[in-house]
């Protein structure tokens, strides 16, 4: 079975400091797809990565950037210089089939909260 | 504009009583999803259809019943069975393009 785990319920932290976001993932597969997630406070879930099993490149765009560890069975997210407007609850997630096509597995989301 | 729409965005029933939640999507996509949230907890997957007149349970489907007769919808009843009803309800579909799931505004059903 698959399974994903944010270890962080809540995290805050002052403008302009640096955030990771941890996410341990579990599957039996050895092909598989990893996502973020962003929930801002209107509800809609808003996509903000998809990394494949066979890809370990770290990625970055602008001041996200995502580490992936086959090792570690880990897939963490860092926010640099955090801005007011990160503030939002993260989810990971997992699924065997290219985006999710049975359905993602969801960690249970880590709330960022960025104050001023 | 392309997305999906979710109706209405807070829905309030007595228990006991079903209740359809609302999906529409025009981006084409044939895959479909509806997952449930609780507060602290991540999304779980309740059924989902992969192509019109087909769908499958997901994780916690007790309670619950869909219907795809048509590409664009993908409405979702909670019955009466369903017995923690109150949540927020997503909708998603499939960029298959992309593989990206893309999610509506969510329903918050209130059952009082």
């Known amino acids: 079975a698959q399974k994903v785990t944010q270890a962080q319920t809540e995290i805050s932290v002052v403008e302009k400091e640096d955030v990771t976001l941890d996410c341990v993932y579990e599957t039996r597969d050895t092909t598989y797809y990893l996502f973020w997630y962003k929930q801002p406070p209107s509800g809609e879930l808003v996509f903000l990565i998809r990394r494949n099993s066979f890809d370990e490149q770290n990625e970055i765009s602008g001041r996200y950037s995502w580490n992936f560890q086959k090792s570690t069975s880990s897939f963490n997210f860092t926010i640099t210089a955090s801005q007011v407007v990160d503030s939002a609850v993260y989810f990971c997630?997992?699924?065997?089939?290219?985006?999710?096509?049975?359905?993602?597995?969801f960690g249970k989301g880590t709330h960022l909260i960025i104050q001023p | 504009d392309g997305g999906i729409t979710q109706s209405p965005k807070y829905l309030f029933r007595k228990e006991g009583q079903n209740v359809t939640l609302s999906c529409e999507q025009n981006l084409n996509h044939d895959a479909m999803y509806w997952y449930r949230q609780d507060p602290g907890q991540g999304l779980r997957l309740i059924y989902y259809?992969?192509?019109?007149?087909?769908?499958q349970k997901g994780d916690i489907a007790e309670g619950y019943s869909v219907s795809r007769e048509k590409k664009e919808s993908f409405p979702l009843t909670v019955t009466s069975a369903q017995k923690n009803p109150t949540a927020f309800y997503l909708c998603?579909?499939?960029?298959?393009?992309?593989?990206?799931?893309?999610f509506g505004p969510g329903t918050r059903l209130t059952v009082l």
């Open positions: 998603a579909s499939l960029d298959e393009s992309y593989n990206e799931q893309f």
């Open positions: 259809s992969q192509i019109v007149n087909d769908f």
């Open positions: 997630a997992l699924s065997e089939t290219g985006g999710g096509a049975d359905g993602l597995t």
